[in-house]
Structures are given as structure tokens and as C-alpha cells.
């Protein structure tokens, strides 16, 4: 038997696959009665959406592993508008929304960063500061299918304790017939432009090509997408709410105060035992993601030995938001406040501020990437028995940001222009506040450009600016965050698949492969100043945009205009923040990887009372080899010093994998799986760079210099992992499954302090120590510790509604439930919640087509986590998340049965997404009053169509 011809598990057919390749087909008949003259069968070809569940059902039952599938009948044909989305609608998955898109996908309640994601089984790079996968950065229009692995096998090129996402594009020779097709959607958002210079329409078009050549040996498939995707927001973000205390004098604070603060008589300030609102950032922000793809494979089968496949895919990235509002500090502020009322639930709702200035903000923000990835696989039959494979992929992305914020007001520094009097009121929960307010902020004499508040101590600017003591502080008009990533990897595989007749092993598959990667990111930021610096700037006519309606705060009109042109055409001054400030130092690395990996698996295939079992076991030895490059550094005089710090460490991993199905009879499986895996560190916390400095006084380990930073000498943490699932495929179009799974988490990384020698980080050689002074330090980074368990259950079921009755043909649904728990133990035995655990998941389709015509609802549902955002100068912060429930529907007809001449190849569809405008909501601590963000991104409708030639 050819190699090339063995079904999608990679075994030889079954005794069950052969019983069931003999009762059931793809395609559903009207058989003859039993008696009556023979005729040919009437065939009813099932399409769309129900052929996309009958594809992912198959891909589900053949599969070696324990795993769930997304199949798009063609190219363009994945059931969301957004692989995310799609992603996220699989049982135990779920994604976190970012700027009110669906990105970050997390498996069975691990967060992006404990899984892998591959492109047709290839490890790919990410846009983002480590290793998770934002998904939006992949168009779904040019995607085939999505296969996510919950249990590994030996030979997957990646590792995730999670599981793997394997993402794929079209096979042409598999296709078998010629496309053509356009596609083309209309995209509006429910909001109004909700700035002057936004967008609330945009589009995506998409032309897809598929043939094939010299009598199908030859096959070519082609699609390239477009798209400029409107996005808009409005967003109340918190500065905090800290507890507030009051003075005998009746004056409140919003801190207990010190020795030198105290009551008249000496005592302590009391606490009133309530908070209150520090501050609030909120805005309006008006995105448009542009995004071109391009995708090519090529695939050739010149002799039946053998199979080549080239495959490429280029994406060209470009996420541009506008962002405006007005930082309004409270408690937090200069000014006189008191609260208003009682307080309820611990929190004063209502409050007034006297004499208070704030920040009127006018932000662009640009983010930019450019991905490439190609791979050539190669498989040859070198005989009946023996098939040799080799594959070599790289892949690359660039991604730079470019953050402008701009700063406006009355005045300059904190005594300057004039200053208002301001009330608040909490909404409901919390989540945001209705302001009150004396001055016009949309008047343009009033509110110019320039700093209105002082942000802490900058020596370098006023070195730089200052020569009036009153003006000390008071340089900054802005700021320029301008990170930037560059993430390279090469991959090379060598494998070869034996089948053999050795008592119950029926196949052997072995082979090594490398992988060579490379992370650099490069942290930027520059100080803004006015080039007209001490004065401030009336805002030129040329740049004035109008105003923009901050009426959901109560704040009314506030200016707005071009800050980036300002910026571009010579009205800012910019001075390299790096000069002073640490940061920029401690958040640039380079980190490279090299990953060898050797496998071996075994397919195995007999009976148990009766029953037929098949399955594989499998070892793979992983060791990768780390060299961090990066900068120690210190402050002297007011001025950053670095020395080069370059750090190299390996480490080994044996990873054994089983994988059992137990076929209780056609359709009914049992599978067990049992797995070590493992995932790597976070690279921002692998880094090399970290900040030292020197005490004279030494600390109370005894050591004159402390150290923070990365960890270079992180290695992955690592799990046990146990599933045992039922599945019952009662139907082409319908399948139950109830699975568990246990995993044993070791060798989690939770931050620590503890003693390393200077040398260890960097060249002593280099620096100049104090006489006398030993070595050692006290650092603090994340470590190798502690760990627990993670268990939970899986409920899923597709259900065509004709298993009851011939009447309700066209009619399904999918629905699954997940519940997850977890016992995690820091290595000092505190509790730790895992990032991007949900303790509840729950999807939900209903669905009709048939004759056409096809509707669906659907549901994706989870409960509170904790997840990551930026924070300032685009740091990740993991923060807690509430749950959300979002609805989105569909409508369409295809006209291939309508019976109109011309029509035949086309489709139109009506979409709908967040059609309830669920919010995203984070919190700053874990009272659910404390709410950090809520960001309401409105309703977004596609209206679409495709036309296939």
C-alpha cells in the first residue's frame, strides 16, 4: 500500500474505518425500497455552513490525538469574520478582546502564552512582545481550516502545556476542480464617527484562484485579501481608588499621610474607611485595522511517489487609532476635594474637586507589522512501506509602534492657566461617572497647547529647558512611545514513516528537526516639548479637526486637532528619555533559541474483548541551547551607564506522549491521552538586561548592589497531563462528547528575591567597583517554583435537528460547556491564579440552511479572568477581567439554487457582531467596584457577498 494514500490519522485503515467507509458517506441518499426496481439514487449534496460541521467532524474522528477542528468548505468560507472568533467557538476555548477585536486565544484555561501556534505544522513568530499568537493579524478569508491538538503526538513542531493551533491553507490537488472567486463585504460600526478625523466604515474584498494542471499533478491556489476595518470605543479608565483620610481640620487626603503630616496634636489622620476616585482617564478612540494578505501554494505530484508543496503567505499590518479625551485627576489631584453623600459599598460615588486643572489629550497611535512565512515540504514514497518527508520553513515579522501623546490646557505646570470645579457621580457598578464642569473645553483661546501638569521630576528636561526655578517640571508637553519587534524563525525536518508488521505495531514514524529563533524588541521613548517652550500655543488654524462629544462623561465638547502633523511639521521638540530612565534599558533584549528535537512514535492497532483498539506512543527529546543579549545598567549622575550583558544556558526535555481510541462500536469512541509537555519562558522575562545598583549601606542580606530585570537562566514549566473523553458520532452532521482532563503543573515561574554574584550578569571588567566591596547582590526576577493541578470536564454536542424529524432538516445546533479548576501554590505556598483561567466557558450556535437559504445565532460565553493589557509606554499588565457574554448572527442565500440564470455563483450574506454591545471590563484589584476600564465598542454589521466563476 502506497504511504500516500493512508487516511488522516496516519494509520492503515481500520477494521472500524473500513466498517464504517462502508455504511456512510459524506453525502446523504434516498436509498431504494426494498423490493421495488432498482434506480439510480437520488444525491443530496450538502454545502455551507453544515458541510463545514460534517468536515470538522470527520477531522475530529480520524484524528490520532484528542483534538477540535474549524473547516471552511473553500478559501473565504470560514463561518466568522475573524479566525479568533471562529478559534474561540471550539469546546474549552475562548479569546480575550483587544481594542474590541478577538485576538488572544486561550486553551482549557490557559492563558496564549502556555500554547503554540503553527501555520500548516510550522512554529510560527508573533507581533507581540512574546510568544502568544495574536490571531487578528490572520485573515480568515484565506484560511482553509484550524485544527487545535488538546493531546500532542510526538511528531507536532511545537510545544504548548495548553495544547497547539494548527492553522491551514488550501491543498489545490485535493480540490480537484477549478475556482474562481470574489468576495467582497461593507463594514459599519453602530457608533458615529465619534471623532472628526475617524472612520465608521470600512470594507474587506478578497480574490481566491484554485486549479490544476498537467492531468492534476500540477496544482496552484491563490488568494489575496483587503481589507481597512473600522473600530470604535468609548473607554472609562480609573487611575485607582485609594482610601481616603481626613485631617482635624476636616480637609480630606487620599493618603495616610507621614511624620511631617500629622493632626495638630500629633495624631494620625482617620481613616474614613472608604474610597474614592483618584482620577479618570476617559476617551473616545476611532481605529481603522488595514490589513493586505497575499497567500500562494503550490503543489505537484509528478509521479505517485512523489508529493512537493510550497506554500507562502505575506501580511502587511496596519492598526491606526485616534484617541482623544481629558485626564481628569480627583483625589488623586491638586485640587480641594471633599466627597458628597454617604458612602455605599465602601465607596464614596459622589464627589467635587475645587481648583483642579487637567490634561485635555489629543493621542495618535500606529502600529505597523509585516509578516512573511514559506514552507517546502517534500514527501517521497520511497517504497510501498517506507515514506521519507522533509520540510524547511521561515518565517519573519517586523512590527513597529508609534504612540504620540499630545497634552493641551489652560496653562503650563500644575499653578498655571485657569483651573475648574469639578463633580463626579459613579454609574451604576462603577463602571464609569457622569462629571460636572465650569469651563468650555472646546474653545480654543482657553485650552492651548502645552503641558497643564507636572509629571513627577525630570532632570534631563530641565537640564535641557529650564532656566527659571518656576518652571522646573514643567517641560513636558507629550510623549513618544516607539517600541519595536523583529522575530525571525527558521525551521528544518527530517522525518521518515515505516509501516511494519510487528505483532500490534502496524507503524513506526521517526525523524529530528532545528529550529533557530530569533526575538529582539528595542523600547524607545522620547520626552515632547514645545518648540516654543516656556510659552504655550494657541493650536494653528491648519490643524484644527473640530471638536469631539465627550457627552458619555458629561464632559461635552473638548478640541481636537492633528497632533501628529504638529508633531511632523516642526511645533515639537523631542529628547531621547532613555538618557535617565532605566526602563528603556530593562525592556530591550535579544533572545535566540536553538531547538533540536528527535522523535519516534509507534501506531499500534488491536482488539481488547473484542473491541478494536488503535492509538500511538511516542518519545521526543527536546534540547535548546539560549543566548540572551541585552544591558545592565545603572544610574549615575542622573544618566544611564550600560555594560553589554550576553548570557548563554541549555537545557533538556523528554517528552513521552500516548494517545488510545477504543472503538466501543461504529460510532461510539473512547480516547485516553497521557502527556509530559512543556512551555517556555515569556521572553520579557528571559531577558538579559536588568537595571544594578550600588548601596552603601548594605541591605539586609548583606549586599551592596540589588539587581531587577529578566531571568536568562528561566527554563519551561512542565506538565502531566491525563484526558479520558467519550464520543459518540450518532451522525454525519452530529456527534456528543464528554471528555476530562488533569494536568500537574511543576516548575511554574513566580517572581523572587535571592542572592546572585555581579558576575553572573555582566563583565566586572567593565565596571568600576568600590575598594572592599564583595560582589554579591540581591535580585529580584522571576524564578523556577512551585506549580499544582489544573482539572476540569468538557460537554460538547453538534445536533442536526433531522435526527428527530425529516421536517426539521436544515436545522442544528452546536453547543459545548467547559469547567476548570485549579490548585496552583507559589514556591511559598501562596495561592496563584492562572492567567487566562475562565472557571466557566460556554459556546452556543443555532443554525439553519437548506434550500439556499441560511440563518445563525451564536453565543460565546466566559466567566472572570485574569488577563493582559498595556499599560504605560505599552508595558503588559495582567489585570482581572470580568466575564462576558457576546452574540453575533448571520443571514444569507446562496443563489446556486435559486434557479436564476447568472446567478448561480453567488452568495450574499447580513452579519452581525456584539449585537448586545458587551463591554470589556477590568478591574485594579479584585472588588468588582474597583473598575480599571470599561471600553464599549457598540455593534459592528457586515452586509457581503461572493461570487464564484
Do not use: C
Not at 503554540?116 to 502568544?132: K, L, P
Not at 543566548?627 to 545598567?633: D, I, L, R, V
Request: net charge negative; no cysteine.
Amino acid at each position: 500500500m502506497s504511504l500516500s494514500n493512508k487516511g488522516k490519522g496516519g494509520f492503515r485503515p481500520t477494521l472500524l474505518s473500513a466498517a464504517v467507509a462502508a455504511t456512510v458517506t459524506a453525502s446523504l441518499g434516498v436509498h431504494a425500497q426494498e423490493g421495488a426496481e432498482p434506480q439510480e439514487l437520488e444525491e443530496i449534496t450538502v454545502t455551507g455552513f453544515r458541510k463545514s460541521v460534517m468536515d470538522a467532524i470527520d477531522t475530529k474522528r480520524d484524528a490520532k490525538a484528542v483534538v477540535e477542528a474549524i473547516s471552511a468548505e473553500d478559501i473565504g468560507k470560514l463561518p466568522d469574520s475573524s479566525i479568533a472568533e471562529s478559534i474561540s467557538r471550539l469546546p474549552g476555548l475562548a479569546s480575550q478582546r483587544l481594542d474590541g477585536r478577538a485576538s488572544r486565544v486561550t486553551i482549557r484555561g490557559f492563558g496564549e502564552n502556555e500554547s503554540a501556534t503553527t501555520f500548516n505544522g510550522r512554529e510560527q513568530v508573533s507581533i507581540g512582545d512574546n510568544r502568544g499568537v495574536e490571531f487578528d493579524l490572520y485573515p480568515s478569508e484565506i484560511m482553509s481550516g484550524v485544527t487545535v491538538y488538546k493531546t500532542p503526538t510526538a511528531d507536532l513542531e511545537a510545544e504548548g502545556i495548553a495544547g497547539v493551533i494548527d492553522m491551514q491553507t488550501v491543498k489545490p490537488l485535493e480540490r480537484g476542480e477549478r475556482l474562481v472567486k470574489v468576495s467582497g463585504q461593507y463594514e459599519m460600526t453602530s457608533f458615529d464617527k465619534l471623532n472628526p478625523d475617524g472612520e465608521d466604515s470600512g470594507y474587506r474584498t478578497t480574490f481566491s484562484y484554485i486549479d490544476q494542471f498537467a492531468d492534476d499533478t500540477i496544482g496552484v491556489a491563490f488568494a489575496f485579501n483587503t481589507m481597512s476595518s473600522p473600530n470604535q470605543e468609548e473607554r472609562w479608565n480609573a487611575w485607582g481608588y485609594p482610601e481616603i483620610f481626613v485631617t482635624d481640620q476636616g480637609v480630606y487626603k487620599s493618603w495616610p499621610g507621614d511624620e511631617n503630616n500629622r493632626n495638630s496634636d500629633g495624631t494620625p489622620w482617620d481613616s474614613t474607611e472608604t474610597s474614592m476616585l483618584s482620577g479618570a482617564k476617559p476617551y473616545v478612540r476611532s481605529s481603522v485595522l488595514d490589513r493586505d494578505s497575499a497567500m500562494l501554494v503550490l503543489e505537484a505530484r509528478p509521479t505517485d511517489k512523489l508529493h512537493m508543496t510550497f506554500d507562502s503567505l505575506y501580511v502587511d499590518y496596519s492598526d491606526k487609532k485616534i484617541l482623544r479625551g481629558i485626564e481628569i485627576p480627583f483625589a488623586g489631584g491638586q485640587g480641594v476635594f471633599e466627597p458628597i453623600g454617604d458612602a455605599t459599598n465602601g465607596f464614596y460615588t459622589s464627589g467635587i474637586t475645587e481648583g483642579q486643572r487637567v490634561v485635555v489629550r489629543n493621542d495618535v497611535e500606529n502600529r505597523d507589522a509585516e509578516l512573511q512565512s514559506f514552507g517546502f515540504n517534500v514527501e517521497y514514497d520511497f517504497s510501498d512501506d517506507l515514506q521519507l518527508g522533509f520540510d524547511i520553513s521561515h518565517s519573519k515579522v517586523e512590527r513597529q509602534i508609534w504612540s504620540f501623546e499630545s497634552y493641551s490646557g489652560t496653562g503650563r505646570g500644575d499653578n498655571g492657566g485657569v483651573a475648574d470645579t469639578l463633580s463626579y457621580t459613579l454609574n451604576s457598578g462603577n463602571a464609569g461617572a457622569i462629571f460636572t464642569h465650569g469651563l468650555d473645553y472646546s474653545d480654543w483661546d482657553l485650552i492651548q497647547l502645552g503641558g497643564p501638569l507636572t509629571w513627577g521630576w525630570n532632570e534631563t528636561l530641565n537640564n535641557k529647558y529650564v532656566t527659571d526655578d518656576a518652571l522646573i517640571n514643567t517641560a513636558q508637553d507629550g510623549f513618544l512611545n516607539a517600541p519595536e519587534i523583529d522575530d525571525e524563525l527558521t525551521s528544518l525536518k527530517l522525518a521518515a514513516t515505516q509501516m511494519v508488521n510487528a505483532g500490534i505495531v502496524n507503524e513506526i514514524s521517526y525523524g529530528i528537526s532545528y529550529r533557530d529563533r530569533q526575538k529582539d524588541k528595542q523600547s524607545h521613548g522620547y520626552y515632547v516639548t514645545l518648540a516654543a517652550f516656556p510659552d504655550t500655543l494657541v493650536v494653528p488654524e491648519a490643524y484644527r479637526l473640530g471638536s469631539v462629544s465627550l457627552d458619555f462623561i458629561g464632559m461635552d465638547e473638548m478640541i481636537a486637532y492633528d497632533s501628529k502633523a504638529l508633531l511632523a511639521d516642526g511645533y515639537y521638540e523631542l529628547t531621547d528619555a532613555s538618557l535617565a530612565d532605566l526602563s528603556h534599558l530593562t525592556k530591550s533584549y535579544s533572545v535566540g533559541e536553538q531547538v533540536t528535537a528527535a522523535f519516534v512514535e509507534a501506531g499500534f492497532e488491536t482488539e481488547v474483548a473484542g473491541l478494536v483498539l488503535t492509538g500511538s506512543a511516542g518519545l521526543r527529546y527536546v534540547h535548546t541551547e539560549v543566548e540572551s543579549k541585552g544591558y545592565a545598567g545603572k544610574l549615575e549622575d542622573g544618566a544611564v551607564v550600560a555594560v553589554p550583558s550576553n548570557i548563554q544556558h541549555d537545557y533538556g526535555h523528554l517528552l513521552p506522549s500516548l494517545n488510545l481510541a477504543l472503538a466501543l462500536d461504529e460510532q461510539q469512541t473512547l480516547r485516553f491521552g497521557a502527556a509530559k509537555t512543556i512551555s517556555r519562558a515569556r521572553m520579557d522575562e528571559m531577558n538579559s538586561s536588568v537595571s544594578y545598583d550600588y548601596l552603601a549601606v548594605q541591605d539586609a542580606n548583606g549586599n551592596n548592589f540589588s539587581i531587577s530585570g529578566g531571568n536568562p537562566y528561566l527554563e519551561p514549566k512542565e506538565a502531566v497531563g491525563l484526558d479520558l473523553s467519550y464520543e459518540n458520532y450518532f451522525s454525519d452532521e452530529g456527534y456528543f462528547s464528554i471528555a476530562l482532563f488533569w494536568k500537574d503543573l511543576d516548575n511554574w515561574h513566580f517572581d523572587d528575591i535571592y542572592e546572585v554574584d555581579l558576575s553572573e550578569i555582566m563583565d566586572l571588567s567593565a565596571v568600576q567597583l568600590p575598594d572592599g566591596v564583595n560582589t554579591t547582590a540581591t535580585r529580584s526576577s522571576k524564578v523556577n517554583g512551585g506549580g499544582g493541578t489544573l482539572q476540569g470536564y468538557e460537554v460538547s454536542v453538534a445536533l442536526p435537528l433531522n435526527v428527530f424529524s425529516e421536517y426539521l432538516d436544515g436545522f442544528g445546533m452546536l453547543a459545548s460547556h467547559t469547567g476548570v479548576s485549579s490548585d496552583i501554590e507559589d514556591q511559598y505556598g501562596n495561592d496563584y491564579e492562572l492567567p487566562g483561567l475562565s472557571d466557566k466557558i460556554q459556546t452556543f450556535t443555532f443554525y439553519y440552511e437548506k434550500y439556499g437559504f441560511s440563518a445563525r445565532a451564536s453565543m460565546r460565553k466566559r466567566s472572570d479572568f485574569k488577563g493582559e493589557v498595556y499599560d504605560i509606554a505599552f508595558e503588559p499588565k495582567q489585570v482581572e477581567v470580568l466575564g462576558e457574554t457576546i452574540w453575533d448572527a448571520q443571514l444569507g442565500y446562496d443563489f446556486a439554487e435559486s434557479g436564476i440564470g447568472g446567478l448561480e455563483g453567488l452568495s450574499v450574506f447580513l452579519q452581525g457582531i456584539n449585537l448586545t454591545d458587551e463591554p470589556f471590563t477590568t478591574l485594579s484589584g479584585d472588588n468588582e467596584l474597583q473598575v480599571r476600564d470599561y471600553q464599549s465598542y457598540g455593534k459592528t454589521y457586515l452586509l457581503g457577498f461572493s461570487y464564484e466563476f
